[in-house]
């Protein structure tokens, strides 16, 4: 099936710093989606792309769709304590509208 | 409160005993899916219902059945459970496809021994 590969696995930040993160896949996908998932619970919908080349905010998270449409990104910006927790993409691709192929995800921790 | 609600959250059992694990949206959502969580793995699909009585697989369905006979309800079986199958559960459901934001439950914790 199709792969994503998500990096980096894991980011040690202090409150204040921004943070990226990607995922890169090895075919192309027709939608890009960015979920958090906090301890215990499960994954939150973030940013949903849908377009190549698209660039989407929602408060200090913004995420972009790549050109070549095998990519995409999520930026947090002034990270605050609350930000901890494992991030994830997924990406949906092919003709299926059912199947959404999620990457391993980033745990992000925010030290005070 | 629009939900969607597995059970059970946590279960202990042995090899080869048949379980269930419920799900149940009360959004009138037409698609359900269900995932595997790993360490390292991320989420995985394991099987997917884009409508009552239309299933599909996904990237990782070997061992397990599901059923979707009504809209709100997409239970996954597992009708002989392995130690390989000891890992956390999701349930998640939307408005239609896999495009659409997708409503996650809280999650099951099977340990298969």
């Known amino acids: 099936g199709q792969q994503l590969n998500q990096s980096p696995q894991s980011m040690f930040i202090q409150e204040g710093e921004d943070v990226s993160m990607n995922c890169t896949s090895s075919s192309i996908f027709n939608t890009w989606l960015w979920y958090k998932q906090d301890p215990g619970e499960g994954p939150v919908l973030l940013i949903a792309l849908y377009k190549a080349g698209e660039l989407t905010s929602n408060g200090r998270l913004t995420a972009q769709f790549g050109i070549t449409r095998k990519d995409s990104f999520l930026n947090i910006s002034a990270s605050i304590p609350s930000d901890v927790g494992i991030y994830f993409c997924?990406?949906?691709?092919?003709?299926?509208?059912?199947?959404?192929?999620f990457g391993q995800g980033t745990i992000l921790t925010v030290h005070p | 409160e629009a939900q969607v609600t597995q059970n059970p959250r946590y279960l202990i059992t042995v090899t080869g005993k048949k379980l269930t694990v419920t799900c149940s949206q009360n959004?009138?959502?037409?698609?359900m899916s269900w995932y595997r969580q790993d360490p390292g793995l991320g989420l995985r699909q394991i099987y997917y219902?884009?409508?009552?009585?239309?299933?599909d697989k996904g990237d990782v369905p070997e061992g397990y059945k599901v059923s979707r006979k009504e809209k709100r309800n997409f239970p996954l079986i597992l009708e002989s459970p392995s130690p390989n199958q000891t890992s956390l559960y999701f349930c998640a459901s939307s408005l239609s496809g896999g495009n659409q934001p997708q409503h996650f439950g809280d999650g099951t914790r099977l340990s298969i021994l």
């Open positions: 997924a990406g949906r691709g092919g003709t299926s509208y059912g199947k959404l192929t």
């Open positions: 959004m009138n959502h037409e698609y």
């Open positions: 219902s884009m409508n009552v009585e239309v299933t």
